[in-house]
């Protein structure tokens, strides 16, 4: 079980917009902590796609972006495209735990 | 470039030990916190530990508390993961991470190719 919460899988048709949530609890997302979300591709490394809550590193299109509100986050894409199809991570920190946590994943399908 | 390269993995025997390397390049090492993750085939992401930059705090998830020990060497800009009493539930792809802004709540925003680790007798 993972500290984070998120859906198993999401699908959408080219040109969608899909939402993924994360939610957490008082002593992570709702804490002083940031989320960050990370995609990763069939085979690949994870890649860092959204960090402190919102905010994109240079190269990640802007039809991904991500909000953070009380105890949960989500990310979202819009002109949902086939290379999208991979599995998205949230990341934050537990200060309850002391830990470092990941959600547990969302499988997206471009149908 | 930034980079990050791992090294050491392999097939361990269960009950035994082995020591991850992760070579940095291109970047001003010695400023940010370095996290290992792993992921086991076909699972998620598992934090595993991480070090701060100056390598004087060390965090550990609770699975590997007590087998685990991560250290760092800032002059040669390597970070390791030292695993002892290795069990099945060890056996995946570790990455390390840099992370974004130096700390250790922070993204990680630069990650290693990984390397396997094997368990089996």
């Known amino acids: 079980q993972s500290v984070l919460t998120q859906p198993p899988s999401v699908s959408g048709a080219p040109g969608q917009t899909v939402t993924i949530s994360c939610s957490g609890s008082?002593?992570?997302?709702?804490?002083?902590?940031?989320v960050h979300w990370y995609q990763q591709l069939p085979g690949t490394v994870p890649k860092l796609l959204i960090y402190?809550?919102?905010n994109r590193p240079s190269g990640v299109p802007d039809r991904f972006s991500a909000s953070k509100s009380g105890i949960s986050a989500s990310l979202a894409i819009t002109g949902l495209q086939a290379e999208d199809e991979a599995t998205y991570f949230c990341?934050?920190?537990?200060?309850?735990?002391?830990?470092?946590?990941f959600g547990g994943g969302t499988k997206l399908t471009v149908l | 470039e930034v980079r990050l390269l791992e090294s050491g993995g392999g097939v361990v025997q269960p009950g035994g030990s082995l020591r991850l390397s992760c070579a940095a390049s291109?970047?001003?090492?010695?400023?940010?916190?370095m996290t290992w993750v792993r992921q086991a085939p076909g699972k998620g992401l598992e934090w595993v530990s991480s070090?701060?930059?100056?390598?004087?705090?060390?965090y550990y998830a609770d699975s590997v508390k007590g087998r685990f020990t991560v250290s760092r060497d800032n002059s040669k800009k390597t970070l390791e993961l030292q695993m002892h009493t290795v069990g099945a539930e060890d056996m995946a792809v570790y990455y390390c991470?840099?992370?974004?802004?130096?700390?250790?709540?922070?993204?990680?925003?630069?990650w290693g190719q990984g390397t396997m680790v094997t368990v089996s007798s």
């Open positions: 991470a840099k992370t974004h802004r130096g700390g250790v709540a922070e993204a990680f925003d630069i």
């Open positions: 291109g970047f001003f090492f010695p400023n940010y916190a």
């Open positions: 070090i701060s930059s100056s390598g004087g705090s060390t």
């Open positions: 008082i002593s992570n997302l709702g804490s002083r902590y940031d």
């Open positions: 402190g809550n919102d």
């Open positions: 990341h934050s920190f537990d200060n309850s735990l002391g830990d470092v946590v």
